[in-house]
């Protein structure tokens, strides 16, 4: 089993800057990637940003790149959002994957955090 908790999460004025945080606990060695993922009322969940955590190589959905930067350490996972948008607000999840191909597409391979809520007015 393994543990998530989202933190850094807040009310911020558009254009401003926000690090969240995920702690990890449990059997970490188990998984291969981490991640970020947001859902808004109405809207599926989109993936944010990716790491693997091997090759700490970076994935970045194309709306989020040159503001957001995804990071670990051998603990904590970390979202450092900058020139936030109104259109960033929504609720963010930390995640971590079994998959070794981290495809992120099997419930049963995925862990998840509560979610902590970012809200960016204009």
């Known amino acids: 089993q393994v543990h998530l908790v989202e933190s850094g999460g807040g009310s911020v004025k558009a254009g401003g800057s926000l690090r969240l945080s995920c702690a990890a606990s449990?059997?970490?060695?188990?998984?291969?990637?981490m991640g970020w993922w947001r859902q808004a009322p109405g809207k599926s969940r989109e993936g944010i940003a990716f790491?693997?955590?091997?090759?700490?190589t970076t994935t970045y959905r194309d709306s989020v790149k040159g503001r957001f930067t995804i990071s670990k350490d051998d603990n904590t996972l970390y979202l450092q959002m900058n020139n936030l948008k109104p259109e960033d607000t929504s609720m963010y999840y930390c995640?971590?994957?079994?998959?070794?191909?981290?495809?992120?597409?099997?419930?049963?391979?995925?862990?998840w955090g509560q979610g902590t809520q970012v809200t960016v007015s204009s």
């Open positions: 995640a971590a994957t079994t998959d070794i191909l981290c495809t992120w597409s099997n419930s049963d391979s995925t862990y």
């Open positions: 449990g059997y970490t060695a188990s998984t291969y990637c």
């Open positions: 790491i693997e955590e091997e090759s700490t």
